[in-house]
């Protein structure tokens, strides 16, 4: 595969140019499929939760409200569990999220 036949868009996601006929499309389509999991996921956290964020409460769209995974992605990996369990997700503000990361 050169790497002609692969783009990057602003996301950062590799995708194939249609042209590129015979070319394995696999991981590319995956990674993707990935995306649009996780895009759902997203959503159905922040519907379950009301767009609060679920640490101080503010429900402040400004504050970018985010969904964050309470078990992270690696793990779950790791031990072969789902990624996308709506259980796994917690509703926070982007302030919130970073606290929750830096520890
Ligand atoms: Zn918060």
């Known amino acids: ?14 995708i194939l140019k249609p042209h590129g006929r015979g070319t394995c499309p696999g991981k ?3 990674r993707i499929r990935m995306k649009a999991q996780y895009h759902s996921w997203r959503k ?3 519907q379950r939760d009301k767009y609060t964020c679920q640490k101080c409460g503010t429900r402040d769209r400004r504050k970018i ?9 690696w793990k779950l990996v790791r031990k072969g569990l ?4 709506v259980e796994n997700g917690i509703t926070l503000c982007r302030k919130c999220h970073d606290e929750e990361d830096g520890k």
């Open 82 to 85: 789902p990624l996308f369990d």
């Open 1 to 14: 595969m050169s790497t002609s036949d692969i783009r990057l868009d602003k996301n950062g996601i590799r």
């Open 28 to 30: 590319p389509i995956r």
């Open 44 to 46: 159905a956290v922040l």
């Open 65 to 73: 409200i985010t969904a964050h995974h309470k078990t992270p992605l």
